[in-house]
Structure formats: C-alpha cells, structure tokens
C-alpha cells in the first residue's frame, strides 16, 4: 500500500505570494498536484500538509479527496513537514508500506510519472526510488517504510535529498528531465506560461 505525501506549507518567500495557488492550464499548481495524486492507480491515501498561508490555500483544495493537515511548525523547515505527512499517513493507514513525496511546484509531474516510480518499487526491492534530472536524484521520491522513522528524523531545512544521498546504495532511480522545471519565482512562472 503507497500513500501520497504532498508538501505544500511552504511561505514561497522567494516568490512574494502562495505559489500553491499560481494557475496554470486552469488549475492551482496545488490543485493540479492533487490531481495527479489522487489520479494515480498506485496511490491509496493522499496527505497534503500545509503551512504557511493555509487560510488562503485550503478554501481552493477543501473540495478534493485528499486528507489535509495542517503543520503548525512550518516555519522550522521541510523536514517538520515530512515528519508529520509520514505520521499523518501512518494513522490513517496502518498498513502503509510506502511513501511517494511530492511537491507542488514541480508542473510536469503526472500519474504515469507516479506510475513509473512504484512500478520501479516493484520491480526490484530497492528501499529508495527517486526521480532524476539535472544530475541529481531528488523528488518525487518513494521510500519504502523501512526508512519512515529517517523521514521522521530529519531536522530543519533537511528533505527527501538528505536520506538519497545518505542511502545512495539503495537508491533506483527513474528519469524525469521536466522535473528540473520548478517554480521558485515569478521569472520562472513567466518562462512556464511562455511555454
């Protein structure tokens, strides 16, 4: 059993405003990762955890079948988001055997993607399964539950990329180039309407 981890309590400060809620085809860039979450056959729960702006933010995501929890300590950094979409997975789904990290600044993303990557879990016994692009290994990224109490661990600003590196000899990865299109600011909005 795969949950689905969306990390979205971010401040976008580098951005100026909630980028969770920037539309692009349509949608919030929120609302299209939940899209592909709960679109996604390999996925049985998805968790959004959210933070900074949450009163802005929920109102456009209230409607979707996902579970949304909201991290009081956002401002400590990603890792205190991880650890409660880990443990918010956990109670929910007591039999959760892993869990795919996602973000919502990355527009490219899509269920064959998210496909791809249990498909890879499957495959092989591999604890780690990460998306690669740029020449880094990074997310989203699927870890088997081996490595939750390690997710739920990491401190401060640490994220996905602390624990591939870290285990780097238990890492698959799958090739997603468009993953190294995110949105940290309003240039790179821009450049994604240009197209």
């Known amino acids: 059993m795969t949950g689905i981890i969306i990390l979205a309590a971010g401040a976008s400060s580098r951005f100026g405003s909630p980028k969770q809620n920037l539309v692009y085809q349509g949608k919030t860039l929120l609302q299209r990762a939940i899209q592909t979450a709960i679109t996604s056959a390999s996925c049985d729960c998805v968790v959004v955890v959210l933070g900074a702006n949450e009163g802005e933010i929920r ?9 949304i929890v909201y991290n009081p300590g956002w401002q400590q950094g990603m890792a205190s988001s991880i650890s409660l979409g880990i ?10 055997t892993s869990a795919l990290l996602m973000l919502c600044d990355q527009p490219f ?3 064959l993607l998210l496909y791809q990557l249990t498909e890879r879990k499957a495959e092989n016994d591999s604890g780690i399964i990460a998306c690669e ?4 290994l990074g997310v989203p990224a699927l870890f088997d539950e081996k490595y939750f109490g390690e997710l739920k661990a990491l401190k401060g600003g640490e994220g996905a990329k602390t624990l591939i590196s870290t285990h780097a000899d238990d890492v698959m990865s799958v090739p997603f180039g468009l993953g ?3 949105i940290d600011t309003i240039e790179d909005f821009e450049k994604l309407n240009r197209g």
């Not at 443990?87 to 959760?96: A, D, N």
């Not at 692009?133 to 880094?136: A, E, G, R, T, W």
């Open 133 to 136: 692009y740029k020449n880094i």
């Open 109 to 111: 993303v899509d269920p």
């Open 87 to 96: 443990s918010e997975l956990q109670r929910l789904e007591p039999l959760v």
């Open 180 to 182: 190294a299109i995110d």
């Open 59 to 67: 109102p456009s995501i209230s409607d979707q079948q996902v579970h």
